[in-house]
């Protein structure tokens, strides 16, 4: 089974709209963390926004929000006001459990931003 | 500047060589990685490194192999017994053996295999 589902292969978005990317996750951990990544064309990783899972209030970081809801196993990002340069790959990705440094990455949603 | 570097960016090979990608952090980063990325995929998991000198298999460590004799370098070799290589390859670190550990990326290494 998968560990990190996200089921928007692709998302069109007008210019300044917010958007949500949809991100659901599979553990048995208590300790666990969840991460969101950024690809742009140019094929580097840039590291977003981080959720543990004891954090009681979302992660937030300038204009991207982590929607987490715990019971649902869920863990959406939010982009406030969209903007041209947001046009990417975004990659959710968990770590399960403490002192286990390795993370599991979903397929990843493509973002297009509309102008 | 601290960071992460990869070397080269891009990387021809023909079919039987090995080839060796470089991969340096000065952020005195513990953990380091290595991924490999296909087109329209996420990231899988070769190999990875908690401290010098140690090393792990990820999901799919066949066909390659690592080294970590310093801190900041973790090279990745493509062996001829990688039936498929051709693929963008990240390398990533990590303070590593914290909750809120986070791993940081270098720009990457497509290799093309002719």
């Known amino acids: 089974a998968q560990k990190i589902t996200q089921t928007q292969p692709g998302m069109f978005v007008q210019e300044k709209e917010a958007v949500t990317l949809d991100c659901t996750y599979d553990t048995s951990d208590q300790s666990y963390g969840l991460f969101w990544y950024k690809q742009p064309s140019s094929g580097e990783m840039i590291f977003l926004i981080y959720?543990?899972?004891?954090?009681?209030q979302n992660a937030t970081e300038g204009r991207y929000s982590l929607n987490f809801q715990k019971a649902r196993k869920s863990a959406n990002l939010v982009i406030s006001a969209s903007q041209l340069g947001d046009s990417a790959m975004y990659f959710c990705?968990?770590?399960?459990?403490?002192?286990?440094?390795?993370?599991?990455f979903g397929k990843g949603t493509r973002l297009h931003i509309l102008p | 500047d601290g960071g992460i570097t990869q070397s080269p960016k891009y990387l021809f090979r023909k079919e039987g060589q090995n080839v060796t990608l470089s991969c340096e952090q000065n952020l005195n980063h513990d953990a380091m990685y290595w991924y490999r990325q296909d087109p329209g995929q996420g990231l899988r998991l070769i190999y990875y490194?908690?401290?010098?000198?140690?090393?792990q298999k990820g999901d799919i460590a066949e066909g390659y192999s690592v080294s970590r004799e310093k801190k900041e370098s973790f090279p990745l070799t493509v062996t001829s017994a990688q039936k498929n290589p051709t693929a963008f390859y990240l390398c990533a670190s990590s303070i590593g053996g914290t909750s809120t550990d986070t791993q940081y990326f270098g720009p990457g290494t497509r290799l093309t295999v002719l």
């Open positions: 490194s908690q401290i010098v000198n140690d090393f």
């Open positions: 959720q543990g899972s004891y954090d009681e």
């Open positions: 990705a968990m770590r399960e459990g403490v002192g286990d440094d390795k993370i599991i």
